[in-house]
């Protein structure tokens, strides 16, 4: 193998945290102009390794290899001498300031009130054309969108001499023309001869701009590839240890009840139009998807459907019959489950324990309680089932809802919703913060729920969650459905421009 092109390579790397290895001697090698992915489940210690490539973290054991030499940097301002750039999950912007000032925050020339203002706009603009940016360095921060404040955060590492720009998790806070749109910028990047890592937990994305992947998993590297020989089962695999069955889904036939519909619903706070003339159905065995950029109405809406917000008009109708007095108990007596969005707000009480958590909604059925004392074997029994049936990672099913992790918590709610055996489910965000194992369960049971005849609303931001699932897409755009679409007419591309408003009258 030829050595050197290799701009970096880490050789047996570990970093501890106390006695935790969050950095396992890693052997992780970068090839000089490539789009290198960094893959991994939560916490499996991309941003661990990333922090020590920059130098926010110094390693306990091993070296880091810069273009074919040993390298040791004690901060991130000297990584940046030698070329080495990262852009943070967060960005580090100041709304108030234009472009040139914020590229110029925290740099010597900076400082000077009479810093070349002029000359830095034209160095960026110069940047921005070679690399495909278009970005105005005279435009205040606060007037860009997401996608744009994050090209203002491109450009300050190309503008410190970058050859090494480190990405973290970048897609998350993008709408998905914004996603085709960086994808654009990296492969600019890219034949100009920069190199970039690309931190992500979302295959496709990986599939779709990585020249290689690496994989990591519970601090160790358990694998590495060119992207053209590998696949997203595969690297799914490796992320999680294990085979995650495909998700299959059997054609939906329409010819059942309907378990919901809503016509013309509006809500609003005061004046300003929160939902406006919403109309849906979902029938019996079918899940219907709510795509849209987090904000644009989704919480309003569960919110409405559960009665936890009053509507200022329209109708909800239930198993064909208009519900006159809309309240949570009412709707979960009628067979509707909810998974809120919020876990510690509305779903879980975390100082109890994950049994009185699952049979929170059910405690005054007779199988539980009994002249008013619960029956603690019965509950401890239910909850030991559950904690098998639903892998919820615990060592013992007496603990307190609060020492889950948030997947575990989320797996709990689920749980004590389907125990009711609804006829309808409305999910919110119904894997987030779950890494792809835990996320591939919750996927398949909606799926063999849905067989059974249970009817889905699946809200999510998750484009790809909702791609995957539906039967039907409803797109929500700024408190509106602009579009509803079958399963076969459903396109990424579509769906994402009703997402971002794209030829929305
Ligand atoms: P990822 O970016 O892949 O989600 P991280 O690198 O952030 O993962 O974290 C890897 C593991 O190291 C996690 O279990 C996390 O809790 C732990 N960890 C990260 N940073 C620290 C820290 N500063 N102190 C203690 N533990 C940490
Ligand atoms: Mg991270």
Redesign the pocket.
Known sequence: MNCSNWIIQTKGLVKR?GS?V?SDHLDINIRQGEIHGIL?E???????LMNMLSGLLTPDEGELWYKGKPIQFRSPRKAMEVGIGMVHQHFMLIPALTVAENVMLGRKEGRSPWFHFRKVCRDIERISETFGLDVDPSKKVSALSIGQQQRVEIIKTLYRGAEFIIMDEPTAVLTPPEVEDLFLVLRHLREQGKTIVFISHKLQEAKAICDRVTVLRAGKMVGSARMSDTNPAELARLMVGRDIAPLTIRPYSRKRGRLLEVRNLSVRDKSIHLLSDINFYLEEGEIVGIAGVDGNGQRELSEALMGLRSLASGEIQLYGKTIRQLHPRYMTEQGVGYIPEDRHREGLMLPMSIGENLIAKQYKTALFSRYGTLIRRTILEAATKAVIEFDIRTPSAENSAGQLSGGNQQKVILARELMLDPQILIAMQPTRGMDVGAAGYVHQRMLSERERGLGILLISTELEEVMALSDRIAVLYKGRIVEIVSREEATRKRIGQCMAGIGIS
């Open positions: 945290f935790f969050a991994g939560n916490g499996a210690g991309k941003s661990t």
